[in-house]
């Protein structure tokens, strides 16, 4: 069983910076598929970034890449998002995730993740 503690988060004006922090807890997690996902008032949840297993690149959403940045440590089985350049429309709760193994074409489906963290709100004013 993973479970999955969120930290960081808040509120920051518009090209700010922010991070969040995932600590995942349970059997190592080296053969896990992990991720961000957020959701924004009255929309469904939509992928940030994930790392596959033994893929030192992550996967990034094309509405974050270049400025969001995400970095797993399996020894210390954490995640972390380092965001910047902030916008308004990056307002949202995030919420790391996690799941065994995943192919490619999965890895940014949110139903196919077996474990989230509660969620951490980010907000960017204008």
């Known amino acids: 069983q993973v479970q999955l503690e969120q930290s960081g988060g808040g509120s920051v004006q518009a090209g700010g910076s922010l991070s969040l922090s995932c600590a995942a807890s349970?059997?190592?997690?080296?053969?896990?598929?992990m991720a961000w996902f957020r959701q924004a008032p009255g929309k469904e949840r939509e992928f940030v970034a994930a790392?596959?297993?033994?893929?030192?690149?992550?996967l990034y959403a094309a509405s974050v890449k270049g400025r969001f940045t995400s970095s797993r440590d399996n020894a210390k089985k954490m995640l972390d998002l380092q965001m910047t350049s902030l916008k308004p429309e990056d307002t949202a709760v995030y919420y790391c995730?996690?799941?065994?193994?995943?192919?490619?074409?999965?890895?940014?489906?949110?139903?196919?993740?077996?474990?989230w963290g509660l969620g951490t709100q980010v907000t960017v004013s204008s």
């Open positions: 995730a996690a799941t065994t193994g995943l192919i490619l074409s999965y890895v940014t489906d949110e139903t196919k993740y077996d474990y």
């Open positions: 790392h596959r297993p033994y893929n030192s690149n992550p």
């Open positions: 349970g059997p190592t997690l080296n053969s896990y598929t």
